[in-house]
């Protein structure tokens, strides 16, 4: 079976075609982030408009001259995202699926990240699940594609949304992930004594040990950067130092998680699932027995195969939509900022 896949959930188009939920035939995907860098963050307006011009051109690219017929099923994200963004890719999935008369797919975006190392491995169930992205930060415990709960997840920002910060606040641009990653390999966290305490922040208590909170991180960085005069070799070392930070806390929080619930299976997806030092850490805790899974780095960003991908599950589960009927939402239910789950 082949799912046509689309994404416009931030700022990233995309649509591909995705056969059996494995074989990825083909992944198009235009990029805005350098139409937002200039703003240092996505500007919703912009982003669905950037969808509209683009959505067409890449559908087109990703069907790469088969017929609109060839396609089996039609998957796309409809929440959490942006709503004037998710509306262009839903229009257009609607369309395509009505035009040709196959079933809707609606898929959540956390889930199609979660998905993405799946097209790549097969990976045996239960396992913990961290997806680590612009806008989301959570741990799932995973028992099948149809049975996951989430055990914990920010209590404020989300680390994709920490990265992007932080880089604003060392001048650096959006998005602020792989440039604090690139950097953050010619500084030292250990260099500035301002920025040496960062390690540990926002500590494990009895009864708390799955939640993230970054923007304490984020706060202590701005409060150090005022208080010294930066230059190009002191951002490298303050990049090096959030990141140590940021990365620290994802590990201990998975940890815990992973032998609370006596887990030794981990899949990391998401955005940041692309950054080199949290890869690395991570890939250490195969020393402990754990089997650890994530996707090649051009799938951990937003891409329409892991839509596809998790479409092609969720249609096996009965997930298509009520005809055409499927509706766009922002956030998913049970994530408040500021609140714990
Ligand atoms: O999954 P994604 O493409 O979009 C959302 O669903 O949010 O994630 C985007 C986030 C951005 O915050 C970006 O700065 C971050 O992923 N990111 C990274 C890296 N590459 C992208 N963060 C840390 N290190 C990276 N190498
Ligand atoms: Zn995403």
Known sequence: MTVLGIETSCDE?????????????????????????????????????????????????????????????VAVTNGPGLIGSLLIGL??????AYSTNKPLVPVNHIHAHMYAPHLFHDIPFPYLGLVVSGGHTILFNVRSFTDMTMIGSTIDDAVGEAYDKVAKLLGLGYPGGPVID??????????????????GIFPDKPGDRYHFSYSGLKTAIAYRVGKIAMNEQKVRHAA????????????RKTGNALSDLGLNTLVISGGVAANSLLRSEFEKMKNNGVAVYNAPIEYCGDNAAMVAGRGFIDLANG??????????????????KGKRI
């Open 13 to 73: 188009t995309s649509a591909s075609l995705v056969q059996d939920g494995k074989t990825i035939l083909s992944n198009a995907v235009f990029s805005q982030a350098g139409i937002h860098g200039k703003y240092n963050g996505v500007v919703p307006e912009i982003a669905s408009r950037n969808h509209l011009e683009k959505i067409l051109p890449i559908l087109d690219e990703a069907l790469g001259g088969r017929p609109l017929s060839s396609v089996d099923a």
């Open 182 to 199: 690139r950097l953050a390999k010619d500084g030292d966290p250990d260099a500035l004594p301002e920025f040496r305490d960062l390690t």
């Open 91 to 96: 229009s257009t999935a609607k369309a395509v």
């Open 319 to 336: 997930g298509a939509a009520d005809g055409f009927r499927t509706e766009a939402y922002s956030r998913i239910p049970g994530i408040v």
């Open 240 to 251: 090096a130092a959030f990141q140590r930070a940021a990365v620290e806390m994802l590990v």
